[in-house]
């Protein structure tokens, strides 16, 4: 009789794939395609009065999977559990552990493995060495779960009485807006204050230096407050010499930075590329799960993405070393294996993110791999390699000058060995001074009065946001990314450029919910949880307690918000010096879910309402009273109606600006219930469909009677023809050329 086939489950189709070509014909590999059970979308799921007992049910979409892994696992001789090497991998083992068992297959035929990285070996090792479901991993996961349903599902509804439907808070999400409102509120209270700076431009062996000014009169100096004051200094040291006090040369070492974690490399990659926390994420999840790699096949690129420690495994060093040395000689290599220790409490036993063979160099992959994963890739392999790089030497040299009280200073720093700069492929700046020595005296050839003001501090991008979020202890590697998301999914915060922008909605939200739940919402509080979560995973505190603690505070403040309810609907709404058309009554200012509009104050008796700002669509007349339409926002996408509505409640779709080119009817604008916006045609027999934005200008090369914007990598919008593929950049259109 033929041995049963061994049975492996992951999260991903794409890891199933890769693991498949390492194993051969000797095992099954399925994936659960992420979570299979969770608590229900549409219900609380969590029963409060019998120890916060949490009511699983199978995932929309995923009646199927479990099926064929159930009966995958009815027929396989062993089961071996490799989701995800975290608490949402445990738990997701956990949940499926469950359901096979309920087919009737043996605990004891039910495996768990670690793979930290997808290479063969890395696999093999760990089919040959497996474990078991870590039930503390597992609790720790669902006790995390159950804080954040307690959250969401008692606080949004709080936000859809007082504002609309469709809000959420939650308990990171919320402490990580309170961040970015805070540093915008300082922002906005921020005054600048002017003042001015002196800077002696001095040469000497044809060489040109800088130097500024220290001390006066052997008082520490910093700035001038009133530019008389610099004017004067100018004017009495003018025609004065500047004299060489003292040269001081020394040597500065730099060490390397360690490999990145989550954290660091989600900045990194921020500040290199402009990649956002999720696009990061997603491009990390393909190089560990393996990428199709011509000549070579499928891969796992780098271990596994999502880890809070810098530590290195001592086979993976001394890899990292033999290619550090082999790729940009030895003398580039440090003596000794250099060690990272990791800060504050760490999960699990993961490694830092390095690549699984460092020996295959990014240059060996240039054009194999899409740009967006060979970049990442690369910024990987080189911080790696890096961390076992021996230290640059800088040469620093500090000069100080007198003239008659004043003492100035001029400092030099020059590269003296690259160390791992070499491998990082980027230098620091140099400055050069020329050769000085004391008791040199100088004529300046400009003493140069700078204006500069005061700036506020900075707003959040979000590499610097994911740094403060891991500085405060709040949320972990998996969560980072998702926070950022959902804030931005929520209109709560909007990208300008790479910083994140607090929007009205996400500051009205934070100022009704942080004065109301100040302990919740605390920074020290919210890292307190997180640590009372890794005790849980690490057995020393039940899931339970940790729950109970919680929640007794939370309640209490939660009673008391929602005896508040009007008092927070008035913080809400502004009134205006406006009259209601239809009663008379004021209009305020209120918040709905396409933004603000005005309503009557007598609302529900008097339901009269209107945009804030009304847009008016040029060239389009109300079909019923032929007055001009403006735009509005609906349910299902914008729309045209009458700028005299509610007295006229002439409405028509949003047209598009072109005819179709089946039947030359017009082609309106649609959205579908995913919230996809298309473009079809507005005769219903006819079958047209654009999915791109068409943009009213024929094509310059082959005459087609409109072009569609299309956006390229890097985020560029380009205008295509879609008949000869005609490319061009975007020019106002005659829509936008009349409402100018």
């Known amino acids: 009789m033929a041995a049963k086939k061994k049975l492996l489950i992951v999260e991903s189709p794409t890891k199933a794939k890769t693991l498949k070509g390492y194993l051969g014909r000797g095992f099954e590999v399925v ?38 892994i159930r009966q995958k696992a009815k027929e396989a001789g062993e089961v071996y559990l490799a989701s995800d090497p975290d608490r949402e991998g445990e738990a997701i083992a956990h949940h499926i552990a469950q359901e096979i068992q309920k087919a009737g297959k043996p605990a004891d035929q039910i495996h768990r493995i670690l793979l930290f990285e997808i290479t063969r070996e890395a696999v093999r090792e760990a089919l040959r060495h497996p474990g078991t479901i870590d039930q503390n991993k597992v609790l ?36 990580a807006l309170r961040l970015l409102v805070e540093r915008e509120k300082e922002i906005q209270a921020f005054v600048p204050r002017t003042y001015w700076l002196v800077f002696a431009r001095l040469e000497h062996a044809g060489k040109a230096f800088r130097a500024t000014l220290k001390e006066i009169r052997g008082e520490p100096f910093k700035s001038f407050d009133h530019r008389e004051e610099a004017e004067a200094l100018v004017e009495r040291l003018k025609d004065q010499d500047f004299e060489v006090l003292e040269v001081q040369k020394r040597t500065r070492t730099v060490s390397p930075p360690p490999p990145f974690k989550t954290s660091t490399l989600q900045q990194a990659a921020n500040q290199a590329f402009g990649f956002t926390a999720r696009r990061t994420m997603q491009l990390a999840q393909q190089l560990y799960e393996g990428v199709e790699i011509p000549g070579i096949g499928t891969r796992g690129l780098i271990t596994y993405m999502r880890t809070d420690s810098v530590r290195l495994a001592d086979k993976a060093v001394k890899a990292l070393r033999d290619t550090l040395a082999r790729e940009f000689g030895p003398e580039f290599r440090n003596p000794r294996v250099r060690t990272f220790a990791d800060r504050g409490a760490v999960q699990g036993a993961h ?118 979020l891991e500085e405060l202890g709040i949320g972990r590697p998996s969560t980072y990314a998702p926070t950022i998301a959902t804030l931005k999914e929520r209109k709560y915060v909007e990208s300008r450029g790479r910083v994140l922008v607090p929007t009205e909605l996400g500051m009205l939200v934070t100022d009704l919910l942080v004065p109301r739940f100040p302990e919740i919402f605390d920074y020290k509080f919210t890292a307190r949880m997180e640590e009372e979560l890794d005790q849980v995973e690490s057995g020393e505190r039940s899931w339970q307690q940790v729950l109970e603690a919680f929640y007794r505070e939370f309640k209490q403040a939660l009673d008391q918000a929602t005896g508040q309810i009007e008092e927070m609907k008035k913080e809400t709404v502004e009134e205006t010096e406006e009259t209601c058309p239809l009663c008379g009554a004021p209009l305020v200012v209120k918040w709905g879910r396409y933004g603000t509009f005005l309503a009557c104050s007598r609302f529900p008796e008097c339901r009269y309402t209107r945009p804030l700002k009304q847009e008016i669509y040029p060239g389009v007349a109300c079909p019923v009273c032929g007055k001009p339409m403006v735009i509005k926002q609906g349910p299902h996408g914008r729309y045209l109606a009458c700028i005299d509505y509610p007295r006229c409640k002439g409405t028509r779709p949003m047209p598009a600006g072109i005819t179709c080119p089946k039947c030359g009817a017009e082609v309106v604008e649609r959205r579908s219930k995913k919230g996809r916006v298309y473009y079809r045609c507005s005769n ?17 090369k082959c005459g087609h009677p409109f072009l569609v914007e299309r956006r390229r990598r890097g985020g560029k919008t380009v205008w295509v023809c879609p008949e000869c593929k005609f490319e061009m950049e975007p020019e106002p259109t005659p829509q936008e050329e009349s409402r100018s």
Do not use: N
């Not at 959250?151 to 949004?156: A, D, E, M």
């Not at 060995?417 to 050769?435: A, C, N, Q, S, V």
């Open 140 to 175: 720790a996961q669902q006790a995390r779960r159950i804080l954040d349903r307690i959250v969401g599902y008692k606080l949004s509804p709080l936000l859809w009485k007082v504002l609309y439907r469709g809000l959420s808070a939650g308990r990171v999400q919320t402490v």
């Open 351 to 468: 490694e830092a993110i390095r690549p699984t063979d460092p020996a295959l160099t990014p240059e060996m992959l240039r054009g194999k791999l899409p740009p967006d994963l060979w970049k990442l890739y690369d910024l990987i392999w080189r911080r790696a390699l890096a961390s076992q790089a021996r230290p640059a030497r800088l040469v620093v040299t500090t000069v100080r000058l007198r003239a008659d009280d004043t003492v100035w200073q001029a400092e030099g720093k020059v590269l003296d060995f690259e160390g791992f700069y070499r491998i990082l492929g980027t230098l620091p700046r140099e400055t050069e001074l020329p050769p000085l020595e004391a008791g040199l005296r100088l004529r300046p050839q400009s003493l140069d009065i700078e204006e500069r003001q005061t700036e506020p501090p900075p707003r959040y991008t979000e590499a610097s946001l994911v740094k403060t």
């Open 31 to 68: 994936a659960s395609k992420g979570h299979v059970k969770d608590l229900p979308p549409r219900e609380f799921g969590v029963d409060l009065e019998h120890g916060f007992r949490p009511k699983y049910v199978t995932v929309r979409g995923k009646g199927e999977v479990l099926k064929q």
């Open 684 to 700: 219903p027999e006819c079958d047209f469909v654009l999915f791109q934005k068409p943009v009213p200008r024929p094509c310059p």
